[in-house]
């Protein structure tokens, strides 16, 4: 007989388990239809709780593990709710010593908007003992914490330490990468830096991830890779992520995401051919090599560059559109050098009147690409430079005020 009961626990401690599998891994193309399976789901999981005869819920901690999976089982909608919150409050007061039911709890608090007493509940959870799944809340919780704040960048940072050390109780935990990686791309964007090694480890740090099986199923796993793609310019790259970000859901505006890429480059190609090698550039090419260098930089045309940084070298060159787009940064302008070549450059954290068409620009240590590649049947070819920090760039020979820097928090379109 007892054996029965014991089943009748595991079968609605399964339930809930496998409601919160459908919460993270279904994305149909309406998302109506997950909200009416969830609650389809919840409904067939609150049945099989209650089938728990009464008897069986007499001691404090068959009550704690009653309203546990009560609370738990109601809170798998994405809105608060109330009375999840109050059976997850009975169970913790039943028995503190319930981790899950802590952790479940304060992801409840956090939908109400009360951040910090959300943290105290991960806190608590945490202090049961170490946990993967505890850490990665607790380092989404902090990065929602750091937006508005007055020292962001080190409420960013402890997300980060919170999400390495996930990693380190389960290095192939593809949940726990993703969770380092979003970390990473949030600091590139609050800490004013434009870091762009930030990215460089969050790029990695989704390519773990995207190593473990049950991540395949994750949206904005692909959504965010892609986000990163597109701010390193790998524009191959990122288009592909957000067309199998748009795939797997719908909903995402991974497919806006294309679009707005798609008519940048086109942009960027229509006013290249448009002004190769005219009689503009070459009058405003003739005035560059007149341009005074200071001696520690040695000047370079853009043809002269190598592929990535090029260290104490300056190409001084002229700007001759502002390429007008739909996303806030980088800024795109189109520029000429003293040999006539036209180029691409991008500028991140400034602001946007930090550089106008027809200014002198010397831009110091440039970083080099060449972008190559092929788009649904379409070529896309052209040189470019990126420009990091203030530092990078000196206008009308002039170093830029302070005042340009953007230091926004620009919040990615990444889901935290």
Same mark, same amino acid.
């Given at each position: 007989?007892?054996?029965?009961?014991e089943d009748k626990w595991a079968i609605a401690t399964k339930a809930a388990d496998d409601l919160y599998h459908v919460k993270e891994t279904f994305f149909?193309?309406?998302?109506?239809?997950?909200?009416?399976?969830?609650?389809?789901?919840?409904?067939?999981?609150?049945?099989?709780?209650d089938s728990v005869p009464p008897e069986q819920r007499k001691s404090p901690i068959q009550r704690?593990?009653?309203?546990?999976?009560?609370?738990?089982?109601?809170d798998v909608v994405p809105e608060y709710r109330k009375d999840a919150e109050d059976h997850l409050s009975k169970a913790v007061k039943?028995?503190? *010593?319930?981790?899950?039911? =802590?952790?479940?709890?304060? *992801?409840?608090? =956090?939908?109400?908007?009360?951040?910090?007493?959300?943290?105290?509940?991960?806190?608590?959870?945490? *202090?049961?003992?170490?946990?993967?799944?505890?850490?990665?809340?607790? *380092?989404?919780?902090?990065?929602?914490?750091?937006?508005?704040?007055?020292?962001?960048?080190?409420?960013?940072e402890e997300s980060i330490q919170h999400a390495k050390e996930a990693i380190t109780l389960d290095v192939k935990d593809g949940n726990s990468w993703y969770n380092l990686g979003n970390a990473c791309l949030t600091s590139f964007f609050v800490t004013g830096s434009w870091d762009h090694s930030k990215l460089?480890?969050?790029?990695?740090?989704?390519?773990?991830?995207?190593?473990?099986?049950?991540?395949?199923?994750n949206p904005d796993l692909y959504f965010n890779c892609a986000t990163v793609n597109k701010y390193l310019e790998n524009y191959e790259r990122a288009l592909s992520g957000f067309e199998a970000a748009a795939l797997k859901d719908p909903s995402l505006n991974a497919t806006e995401?294309?679009?707005?890429?798609?008519?940048?480059l086109d942009k960027i190609e229509n006013l290249l051919k448009g002004h190769a090698k005219t009689k503009r550039v070459a009058s405003l090419a003739s005035s560059l090599a007149a341009v005074k260098l200071s001696s520690s930089h040695k000047r370079a045309t853009v043809d002269l560059l190598s592929e990535g940084l090029n260290k104490t070298v300056a190409v001084v060159g002229k700007v001759l559109f502002f390429v007008k787009h739909e996303n806030v940064t980088p800024l795109y302008f189109l520029v000429c050098d003293s040999n006539q070549t036209c180029f691409v450059l991008s500028v991140y954290g400034m602001r946007n009147d930090a550089i106008?068409?027809?200014?002198?620009?010397?831009?110091?240590?440039?970083?080099?690409?060449?972008?190559?590649?092929?788009w649904k049947g379409k070529c896309h070819q052209f040189k470019s430079i990126r420009v990091d920090f203030l530092e990078q760039v000196l206008v009308n020979g002039k170093t830029l005020p302070p005042q340009l820097l953007l230091r926004s928090s620009i919040y990615a379109q990444h889901k935290p």
């Open positions: 007989m007892e054996k029965v009961e149909p193309a309406n998302p109506d239809d997950k909200v009416s399976k969830l609650q389809n789901e919840s409904d067939l999981a609150l049945r099989l709780l704690a593990t009653y309203e546990y999976l009560k609370g738990k089982i109601l039943l028995n503190p *010593s319930l981790a899950d039911a =802590w952790l479940c709890l304060g *992801s409840c608090i =956090w939908k109400k908007g009360d951040l910090p007493a959300a943290k105290n509940c991960f806190n608590r959870a945490l *202090s049961k003992g170490p946990n993967k799944k505890i850490l990665c809340q607790l *380092s989404m919780l902090e990065r929602s914490m750091a937006q508005g704040s007055e020292n962001q960048a080190e409420i960013v460089l480890q969050s790029l990695k740090a989704y390519q773990n991830a995207e190593k473990d099986e049950r991540m395949k199923s995401e294309v679009q707005m890429m798609v008519n940048l106008k068409e027809g200014d002198l620009l010397t831009l110091l240590e440039p970083y080099y690409r060449l972008v190559d590649f092929s």
